[in-house]
């Protein structure tokens, strides 16, 4: 890995915030001095209030007026930890800029590796978790969806990482030129690329009060994350309808037989029935599958993704300004010209 200068201008610490009044005063307590001693010239803190209803926002105002690197932005409604996320990052003007929860369970002291991971020339550290202090059910469920995810998705989504790390600016950029609305931002982290690299931390227990993400929250994230990234299912249901049509037609096979070998015990309309019935289905199930494909296709144009992201373009001289740039996005349209 080449040792690329991490540009230390501004660290932007992106925290989504939902009824969080009992951990935000430790929040302060501990984050401003987990990062201060990392050599960025400015910290801006983004508290990204998701529509809370209890005492946060009052307490975020107070941290505002006590320490003008802090910052809040309150959100009209709940919209949800990823959307609180995306905002932060749309806001964030750090060369550097860190995501990390609300309720302290990201230990903000583990900030410090996943920078000087990046010192090391990654250009995205995201945080593995290498203890979780979840129920067992809640830790078994949460690794079977990761496990079924990486084996679905048509990208590298690494295992057991959430939204907890350190990006570089032009990886934050890339992802924010992204246009599409329901985001699964650890699935676009990857998915934009660059050098990323896994540090394994400990996830701490919530502070305090309970975990903001329902059940219902949780199984509309999975779906994000495996619909917007994997077509895994249409293509099972084609599967579907291809072996139910193929049996179909083994256990005509098998009837004709039958009715040959004996044709006394052979009950009459009976194995028309049966195989229509299975032959049809299966029909059915492989026309959707196949009107599946066009949806797939369809959704994978109208999520908008460029078709590639520029990392870096050398040359002896550029001509036109601002190219390659990194993080630049390749758009689709501007290829045909290329
Ligand atoms: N959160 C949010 N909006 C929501 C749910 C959660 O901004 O609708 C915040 C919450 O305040 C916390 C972080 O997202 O800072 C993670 O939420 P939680 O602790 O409930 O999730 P878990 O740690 O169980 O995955
Ligand atoms: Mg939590």
């Known amino acids: 890995m080449s040792r690329r200068e991490l540009d230390r201008a501004m660290l932007s610490v992106v925290v989504p915030v939902y009824d969080e009044e009992e951990a935000l005063p430790e929040l302060e307590k501990r984050l401003a001095g987990a990062v201060e001693g990392l050599g960025f010239d ?16 009052e307490i975020i105002r107070a941290m505002v007026a006590r320490d003008p690197r802090y910052k809040g932005v309150f959100l009209s409604r709940n919209f949800g930890h990823q959307a609180a996320i995306g905002t932060g990052l749309g806001m964030a003007r750090g060369s550097v800029v860190a995501i990390i ?18 010192d090391r020339g990654a250009d995205v550290a995201y945080g593995v978790r290498t203890r979780r202090k979840e129920s067992l059910p809640a830790r078994m469920a949460y690794a079977s969806f990761y496990r079924v995810l990486r084996a679905v998705s048509a990208i590298e989504i690494p295992l ?41 931390y400990e996830r701490a227990a919530r502070h305090a009060g309970a975990p903001k993400y329902t ?124």
């Open 215 to 338: 059940l219902r929250k949780l199984v509309a994230l999975a779906y994000d994350g495996l619909f917007s990234f994997s077509s895994l299912p249409i293509r099972v249901m084609q599967l579907a309808g291809f072996v139910l049509s193929a049996l179909a037609i083994g256990i005509a096979i098998f009837y004709i037989i039958w009715s040959f070998l004996a044709p006394e015990r052979f009950p009459s309309g009976f194995a028309s029935l049966i195989v229509s019935i299975w032959f049809f289905a299966g029909v059915q199930l492989l026309c959707l599958g196949i009107v599946g494909e066009y949806v797939v296709r369809t959704c994978d144009e109208s999520r908008g993704r460029p078709q590639a992201i520029i990392r870096e373009v050398v040359a002896q001289s550029v001509e036109r300004g601002g190219e390659g740039e990194p993080g630049r996005i390749e758009s689709a349209r501007m290829d045909h010209h290329a």
């Open 42 to 57: 400015r910290l801006e803190f983004l508290l990204v209030s998701d529509g809370s209803r209890d005492g946060s926002e």
């Open 101 to 118: 929860d609300g309720d302290l369970q990201d230990p903000p002291e583990a900030i410090a590796a996943l920078i000087e991971t990046l």
């Open 160 to 200: 057991d990482s959430g939204d907890f790390c350190c990006m570089r600016r032009p990886v934050v950029d890339a992802m924010l030129a992204l246009p599409e609305q329901r985001r699964f931002l650890r699935g676009l982290r990857a998915w934009v690329g660059f050098r990323q690299v896994g540090v394994p």
